[in-house]
């Protein structure tokens, strides 16, 4: 079970907005040694929770991968997501019902801004290894940047220094199809589900790929309807909306938007020169969403870095998938 952290005073967000309280869901793993020389930070990605064993799976083997014996993991779920931690279905103190609609914006750096005050609670004076994939790559980016200093070694896997134009479209898109269902305005329960069905069918597309699609949702010749594709994105669709939060999802979709590490720092690479950590980035061969140009962008700017791209069919998935791939490169890189 996640363990929460209370922060009791105001927490100032980025765009001078204020929460006037700040709870945080965080998972442990392993033990912290004596010299808090073990920390494994993880960050996740737009829809995951605190426990990274659920949503990568394989990745603690004590033979071929962390080895809990010897690491204290910690990661904690985002503000703004519905696993925990403040957000939108969170009770308001001041109006003593749920924010809902009410509960403010929040960037990647306020996110980040969080994770570093659950750090400090924890007693951590120094994180060995920080990895994040998608949206918790960009935090664990951030930090980086905001707090050199507290990472020796980052792992960046399959983000990008800037969202893109092409990102934010299809987060606009799936923000649409939200929108478009009226139960999303009620401060309810699985308000806005069947929006949230549909941006999930609109996400899978740039998850995946054309040839995922066609070695995977292949039908009985002489199909005209019920297509395996069709019934695919519907599976997929009801099964996010049954564990996650329309208004989390919307929310969340809008901070990966605000994803600019240049911003007030004198653009993308004055603010990746300030990272200090060894770094390894990955890129997904076919991810369409965080096209490998990008980390060849993290790779060219940030000075200790090395790149790896793994050749997978997934897509954007495939930084969940290859586990064994990823596993290998933190051996070969950090002999993890």
Request: charge should be negative; glycine fraction near 8%; include cysteine.
């Amino acid at each position: 079970m996640p363990k929460t952290f209370k922060y009791q005073d105001s927490f100032q967000l980025e765009n001078g907005q204020c929460l006037p309280e700040l709870e945080i869901a965080y998972t442990t793993l392993g033990k912290l040694n004596p010299e808090g020389s073990n920390v494994i930070w993880i960050c996740h990605a737009l829809t995951a929770n605190a426990n990274p064993e659920d949503w990568w799976p394989g990745l603690f083997e004590k033979k071929t991968g962390i080895d809990l014996d010897n690491y204290f993991i910690v990661c904690a779920n985002t503000i703004g997501s519905c696993y925990g931690s403040s957000g939108p279905q969170s009770i308001n103190p001041k109006t003593h019902t749920i924010y809902g609609l009410d509960f403010p914006k929040l960037t990647i750096r306020d996110i980040t801004k969080s994770l570093i005050l659950l750090k400090e609670a924890l007693g951590i004076s120094e994180i060995q290894f920080m990895m994040g994939g998608s949206m918790g790559g960009m935090q664990a980016m951030e930090w980086a940047i905001q707090q050199p200093d507290d990472i020796k070694n980052l792992i960046l896997l399959a983000t990008n220094a800037k969202h893109s134009s092409w990102g934010i479209a299809l987060n606009e898109t799936q923000r649409m199809a939200i929108e478009s269902d009226p139960t999303f305005y009620k401060n309810e329960e699985k308000a806005g589900r069947k929006g949230l069905e549909a941006a999930r069918a609109i996400a899978l597309l740039s998850y995946r790929n054309y040839n995922t699609y066609r070695s995977t949702q292949i039908d009985e010749p002489d199909t005209l309807d019920q297509f395996r594709a069709s019934s695919y994105q519907n599976y997929q669709g009801k099964k996010l909306s049954d564990r996650f939060d329309a208004k989390s999802y919307w929310y969340l979709s809008k901070a990966m938007d605000s994803h600019d590490v240049g911003r007030n720092r004198g653009g993308l690479g004055q603010a990746l020169s300030k990272i200090k950590a060894k770094t390894l980035v990955i890129g997904i061969q076919s991810d369409l969403l965080f096209p490998v140009q990008e980390q060849d962008f993290l790779d060219e700017h940030i000075s200790n870095s090395e790149l790896e791209i793994i050749d997978s069919p997934y897509g954007h998935d495939g930084f969940l998938i290859e586990v064994d791939i990823i596993k290998t490169l933190l051996k070969k890189h950090f002999k993890l």
